[in-house]
Each structure stands twice: as structure tokens, then as C-alpha cells.
């Protein structure tokens, strides 16, 4: 089963930013969907974005659209969720998962697997 680590996550003060990345030991990674999802405190988790297996079709939740750009790195094993402007109600603990089902990709965490420990971000002054 494909397994997932997630890292990049840090403080930052609001406006800063972030890089996360998702990455896998194997290639198998470029044959799923990804999605990163995070779960602020007292609050559901959701899902922030998704990019399908090629890279062609991308997705982002309204809240972080222009500011957040999700990217593959086929060559390392690896997807990149560039995070810009950010802002105190994106602090949450950012998950990533893989989806092998779903043409393109989707925010709906229910077809993801192989979800990691997830790194936290934490956007304050």
C-alpha cells in the first residue's frame, strides 16, 4: 500500500509562506490523484486541494483559490502545495492521500488511502 509523508509545515506570521510536500519512497505516487487536506482546531477536516495522476486537472477549495498552487515533482516522488499570503484561518494540521479511483481528482476525501501523520501549520503573529 502506497504510503505517504508529509512535510514543510512550520509558524509562519500572516502573509507568509509555505511549501508542503508529499512524498512517497516509490513511483507509485504518479500513478494516484493527490489530495491535501487539513482539520483546523474544533472544526472538520476539508479537503484544500487535489491534482490528478498527470497533473492536468487541479482543484482548490474557494478559500485558498490564488493564493495556494498544488504541483507534482514526478522525477522525486513528490507533491508540492505552495502556500502564499497566508492567513491565520489556514493554521490546521495539512494531510495528504492518494486516490487511484476518481478521473481527475477530487476534494472528497472518501476514495483517498494512505493518509500520513500529517505536518501542522501554524499561521499567527
Known amino acids: 500500500q502506497l504510503q505517504l509523508v508529509e512535510s514543510g509545515g512550520g509558524l509562519v506570521q500572516p502573509g507568509g509562506s509555505l511549501t508542503l510536500s508529499c512524498a512517497s519512497s516509490?513511483?507509485?505516487?504518479?500513478?494516484?490523484?493527490i489530495g491535501w487536506f487539513r482539520r483546523a482546531p474544533g472544526k472538520e477536516r476539508e479537503g484544500v486541494s487535489c491534482?490528478?495522476?498527470?497533473?492536468?486537472?487541479?482543484d482548490y477549495i474557494n478559500s485558498v483559490q490564488g493564493r495556494f498552487t498544488i504541483s507534482r515533482d514526478s522525477a522525486n516522488n513528490t507533491v508540492h502545495l505552495q502556500m502564499n499570503s497566508l492567513k491565520p484561518e489556514d493554521t490546521g494540521l495539512y494531510y495528504c492521500?492518494?486516490?487511484?479511483?476518481?478521473?481527475?481528482?477530487?476534494?472528497?476525501?472518501?476514495?483517498?488511502?494512505?493518509w500520513g501523520q500529517g505536518t501542522q501549520v501554524t499561521i499567527s503573529s
Open positions: 516509490t513511483d507509485a505516487i504518479n500513478s494516484y490523484a
Open positions: 492521500a492518494a486516490d487511484r479511483t476518481t478521473f481527475g481528482c477530487t476534494k472528497s476525501p472518501i476514495t483517498y488511502t494512505g
Open positions: 491534482i490528478s495522476r498527470r497533473g492536468s486537472v487541479t
